[in-house]
T-cell receptor, first 114, second 111 residues
Framework: DSGVTQTPKHLITATGQRVTLRCSPR?????VYWYQQSLDQGLQFLIQ???????AKGNILERFSAQQFPDLHSELNLSSLELGDSALYFC?????????????FGSGTRLTVV | QQQVKQSPQSLIVQKGGISIINCAYE??????FPWYQQFPGKGPALLIA?????SEKKEGRFTISFNKSAKQFSLHIMDSQPGDSATYFC??????????FGKGTRLSVIA
């Protein structure tokens, strides 16, 4: 157990629907990162939050949004889902984005859009 | 544009052999270069990392070689074992920006 908890582990939904992925960071970690993993693109950075505030944005679609709550857990909302959104979504956390520490990844949520 | 280019895409190595995975980058401002290991059904886990002021870092059977002038770094796995079979990702970052990852290398170590 890495200490980063992601739920649900698997999600199957239809095109056009909306889903919410949840992430609880490792205890003490203030930064949360969301990555999308697909077979051909590898790990693509989506968005980062630090202590409740958005810190950096990557290749995140406008149909996607995220937030980090006061208890530091984060949610990634995906709407108007398309077949191409099917992927593994990983959450990672770190103590402080400014320090040279590694990220701790959760086990991911596998999203299948049918 | 892929900021970190990783090769090969897949690699098959005999047990006891040396596995070598390479990465190249363009951004000379990158100052942290980690390697992550991912087993099926799991998230990536930090394996080893290096800063550009060091040319080599070794941890057990895993070594990072860093060539600043060529803007390349590589992971060497000595005495490769079947348990090393996994997907390996190189990554890089500048300051406190998020990590950018390579596309991954699937390593299979066969007996």
């Amino acid at each position: 157990d890495s200490g980063v908890t992601q739920t649900p582990k698997h999600l199957i939904t239809a095109t056009g629907q909306r889903v919410t992925l949840r992430c609880s960071p490792r205890s003490g970690d203030l930064s949360v990162y969301w990555y999308q993993q697909s077979l051909d693109q590898g790990l693509q950075f989506l968005i980062q939050y630090y202590n409740g505030e958005e810190r950096a944005k990557g290749n995140i679609l406008e149909r996607f949004s995220a937030q980090q709550f006061p208890d530091l857990h984060s949610e990634l909302n995906l709407s108007s889902l398309e077949l191409g959104d099917s992927a593994l979504y990983f959450c990672a956390s770190s103590v402080d984005p400014g320090l040279l520490y590694g990220y701790t990844f959760g086990s991911g949520t596998r999203l299948t859009v049918v | 544009q892929q900021q970190v280019k990783q090769s090969p895409q897949s690699l098959i190595v005999q047990k006891g052999g040396i596995s070598i995975i390479n990465c190249a980058y363009e951004n000379t401002a990158f100052d942290y270069f980690p390697w992550y290991q991912q087993f099926p059904g799991k998230g990536p886990a930090l394996l080893i990392a290096i800063r550009p002021d060091v040319s080599e870092k070794k941890e057990g059977r895993f070594t990072i070689s860093f060539n600043k002038s060529a803007k390349q770094f590589s992971l060497h796995i000595m005495d490769s074992q079947p348990g090393d079979s996994a997907t390996y990702f190189c990554a890089a970052r500048k300051g406190n920006t998020p990590l950018v990852f390579g596309k991954g290398t699937r390593l299979s170590v066969i007996a």
